[in-house]
């Protein structure tokens, strides 16, 4: 009994890969604080290999990330964390910290024309 509860109780941290995130992405719905903002609009993030850039409130600057389970280290000044919830082929949900406010963020994986 006391195995079968510590096997219920345990949580299974996701595994993601860099294969799932290549591409661009954009904001299309984002909650800060668990509420609805419109504060991300037009916001977007690139993946490619282990680099990413993204225009939240980095330098626009590529810079290196690691994968960890669920959590994304976005190696820039501060370093960012990211907990990865969900990774469809046209959809990333995740949450971050940024200027010391809980976001929950939806995006989609956009194909540039360029």
């Excluded at 977007?44 to 600057?61: G, H, Q």
């Excluded at 669920?70 to 964390?81: A, M």
């Excluded at 082929?89 to 010391?100: G, I, V, Y």
Aim: aromatic content about 10%; hydrophobic content about 35%; glycine content about 4%.
């Amino acid at each position: 009994m006391i195995l079968l509860l510590s096997v219920i109780s345990c949580k299974e941290d996701k595994v993601f890969l860099k294969e799932d995130l290549q591409g661009y992405w954009m904001v299309v719905g984002a909650k800060r604080n668990g509420k609805t903002t419109k504060s991300l609009r037009g916001a977007w993030i690139k993946f490619r290999d282990m680099e990413m850039v993204d225009n939240f409130l980095s330098d626009k600057e590529i810079h290196p990330y690691s994968l960890k389970g669920s959590t994304l280290i976005h190696h820039v000044e501060p370093e960012r964390k990211y907990s990865l919830h969900r990774v469809t082929a046209d959809t990333l949900e995740l949450s971050t910290t940024l200027d010391a406010y809980k976001f929950d963020l939806t995006l989609e994986r956009k194909y540039e024309t360029q």
